[in-house]
């Protein structure tokens, strides 16, 4: 939520705002991982957001700290291993702790 809060210029928590504050000036390197960018886009098809994945595509070009972490069979895998979340596509965007 806080990348669409971010890209759409909605007020978020100042912790947040300074991480996109780091990335964006090259102090810092923000990893994305798909499943956000797979919600994103679904949001934005259901119009439930005003932001969508070229918006996305076209900041991450501008912005090159952004990385995005690609959900693998690997991944998948460890996903299940996550025991303390239940939604499925929570524990796969929590895998970039891990």
């Known amino acids: 939520m806080a990348l669409i809060l971010h890209l759409e210029k909605r ?10 504050l780091e990335t964006e000036n090259g102090e810092a390197e923000m990893i ?9 886009s679904y949001l934005s098809e259901k119009k439930r957001i005003q932001v969508n994945i070229q918006q996305y595509e076209e900041h991450a070009k501008r912005y090159q700290n952004y990385k995005t972490f690609d959900i693998s069979l690997e991944s998948v895998k460890k996903a299940f291993e996550i025991d303390d979340i239940p ?11 891990y």
Request: aromatic residues 4%; glycine residues 0%; proline residues 7%.
């Open 87 to 97: 939604e499925l596509h929570d524990r796969l965007i929590r895998l970039v702790q």
């Open 32 to 40: 994305v991982p798909t499943m956000v960018l797979v919600e994103l």
């Open 11 to 20: 007020q978020m928590p100042e912790t947040a705002k300074k991480c996109f």
